[in-house]
Nanobody
Framework: VQLQASGGGLVQIGGSLRLSCVAP????????VGWFRQAPGKEREGVSC????????YYSDSVKGRFGIARDNDKNTAYLQLNSLRVEDTAVYYC?????????????????????WGRGTQVTVSS
């Protein structure tokens, strides 16, 4: 099972993109979804995640106030809205998911524990 991330591209500073993460083959509504990114020469970084149980969201300090995470369980899809993009946002963006327990409220901001991953979509912000 693999998630499918899309929506990346080349955008100028200050621009916006919306990334999508589709989960063919399983019911995303029971899974927390996280977005991660990896820039060349850097470690993978947790950007945002959204819980499946109560919809709580997490954002890293580097994107807080600029990015927005959402999910549409009817479409089996999660989204990451990228606004006010900066050159330092340039990276390959990955979505990932793990099944949450019913009593688990918050999603995991780090990548440990995520069982399913997409191949990534490139976001390039030009100056």
């Amino acid at each position: 099972v693999q998630l499918q991330a899309s929506g990346g591209g080349l955008v100028q500073i200050g621009g916006s993109l919306r990334l999508s993460c589709v989960a063919p083959g399983f019911t995303l509504r029971y899974y927390a979804v996280g977005w991660f990114r990896q820039a060349p020469g850097k470690e993978r970084e947790g950007v945002s995640c959204i819980s499946s149980t109560d919809g709580t969201k997490y954002y890293s300090d580097s994107v807080k106030g600029r990015f927005g995470i959402a999910r549409d369980n009817d479409k089996n899809t999660a989204y990451l809205q990228l606004n006010s993009l900066r050159v330092e946002d340039t990276a390959v963006y990955y979505c990932a998911a793990y099944r949450q327990r019913r009593d688990e409220r918050h999603c995991m901001p780090g990548d440990e524990g995520y069982d399913y991953w997409g191949r990534g979509t490139q976001v390039t912000v030009s100056s």
